[in-house]
């Protein structure tokens, strides 16, 4: 007996996992963009047009945005260092937060490695007490969304709550979430709801409004109320009049928001907003912040640079033209003879195909034709729902969608998809 036996069983499951067509690890690798204003990406010589990115405003090729990452590198260095609180703060790291904080009208924020690490940390530390003298009450529920993103499944996991006090509640449905809260009252100190604010797979989000109005109906029934976490790292920055996400387009607040920085704001890290107590209380109580690098210098710089921009004229218009630009994709869309498997006015459009095999030759037919696509399939949607996730940008024209929409059509065509 020996590890080697180990590894056989991992070159095994690696076996299954890939005669199961569903491997990840084959990814392409980009070599370098074109200097276009809305770049595509060179792989192995060839240029594609990217319609699978979640950089909804364009930001990372943003002039204004790489230079603020130029700057700060030169000036403070590649890395962090070392985590907060030993020596890795910077100034650029908390005007980002407080940046972020007037952006969500929160009292302050604190940002993360990644929004996993921001899962991870804000339903961890706020559904349990964390050391033997803390003061928070022990006897917590946490009411989920039944698809909600894997990095709030995992936060679940590891607060490590007994089975009977992690509840789920039906996908967008605020009458399962109000019984799930219901059956809660006069059991727990507090409980804790949880969803997405923008469902990646279909661009569809949360009633935050529905959400809302029955969490404040409940707060009082529970010693330490109900608190609503509301990952929103899809809408952020892609959604809303101002980009503010859900919240925006719902017209109403989450208790603690959680957000990227690696999707609409082009940068990468994750940040936690909150009213001032949460904030202060993750700064002490969060694994994923205490023992954990933050984001480099150089990446807060460009993050604040994007949230700089965003809230200027100058993002009211990017985001005037990535709302122009999702109703002309869907309007040629439909004229071409598609579905869609979910009304989307997210910047997440997905077509429908109905299975893996059509999805996996559509992505094919794409490539070849220059354009960089994703296939969403089983499990992760329903079986039969198989669809081809496009994801657009500001930075897109008019003149790019209607070359992908001619050469979407062209591809399904060619493959018997469509008339
Ligand atoms: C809803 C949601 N939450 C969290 C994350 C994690 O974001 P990050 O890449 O910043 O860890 C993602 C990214 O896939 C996401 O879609």
Redesign the pocket.
């Known amino acids: 007996m020996s590890k080697q036996n180990f590894y056989r069983t991992i070159a095994a499951e690696l076996a299954r996992i890939d005669a199961s067509k569903t491997s990840k690890r084959f990814e392409h690798l980009i070599d370098s963009f074109t200097a276009e204003k809305n770049p595509k990406a060179v792989i192995n010589g060839r240029s594609y047009a990217v319609f699978n990115s979640?950089d909804y405003m364009g930001f990372r090729h943003h002039p204004g945005v790489k230079e603020a990452e130029h700057e700060a590198v030169e000036k403070l260095g590649t890395g962090p260092g070392a985590v907060r609180f030993i020596s890795g703060s910077f100034a650029k790291h908390r005007e980002l937060e407080k940046a972020l904080a007037s952006f969500h009208r929160k009292e302050d924020a604190i940002v993360l490695s990644?929004?996993?690490?921001?899962?991870l940390a804000a339903l961890f530390s706020l559904s349990r007490k964390q050391a033997k003298d803390s003061l928070l009450g022990m006897n917590v529920c946490i009411i989920s969304d039944e698809l909600n993103?894997r990095?709030?499944i995992d936060g679940i996991r590891i607060a490590n709550l007994a089975k009977e006090d992690k509840r789920i509640f039906k996908h967008l449905d605020p009458v399962s979430l109000e019984q799930e809260i219901r059956s809660c009252v006069g059991k727990y100190d507090r409980a804790i709801v949880v969803t997405?604010g923008?469902?990646?797979m279909l661009g569809v989000f949360q009633d935050l409004r529905a959400v809302r109005s029955i969490l404040d109906r409940y707060d009082g029934e529970f010693p330490e109320g109900v608190l609503l976490i509301v990952?929103?790292?899809?809408g952020v920055a892609a959604f809303g009049k101002s980009g503010r996400g859900t919240e925006e387009v719902c017209g109403a607040a989450s208790d603690v928001l959680?957000g990227?920085?690696?999707?609409g704001f082009g940068a990468?890290?994750?940040y936690i907003a909150a009213n001032q107590v949460v904030v202060d209380y993750l700064r002490e109580a969060a694994a994923t912040y205490i023992y954990s690098n933050s984001i480099a210098p150089g990446t807060a710089a460009a993050a604040l640079e994007a949230v700089n921009i965003l809230t200027s004229a100058e993002g009211t218009e990017m985001l005037a033209k990535l709302r122009a630009n999702i109703e002309f994709f869907k309007t040629e869309l439909l004229k071409a003879g598609f579905e869609l498997a979910a009304d989307s006015s997210h910047p997440i459009q997905p077509v429908l195909f109905g299975t893996a095999e059509k999805t996996k030759n559509m992505v094919q037919g794409m490539f070849d034709a220059g354009f960089l696509l994703s296939a969403i399939n089983y499990p992760v949607v329903p079986r039969g729902r198989d669809e081809i996730r496009v994801q657009l940008s500001a930075a897109q024209t008019q003149a790019d969608i209607g070359e992908f929409i001619a050469a979407f059509r062209k591809t399904a065509f060619e493959l018997g998809y469509l008339a």
Do not use: E, M, Q
């Open positions: 979640n990644s929004a996993f690490a921001a899962n993103h990095s709030i997405d923008v469902f990646s990952d929103d790292c899809h959680i990227t920085l690696g999707k990468d890290g994750g």
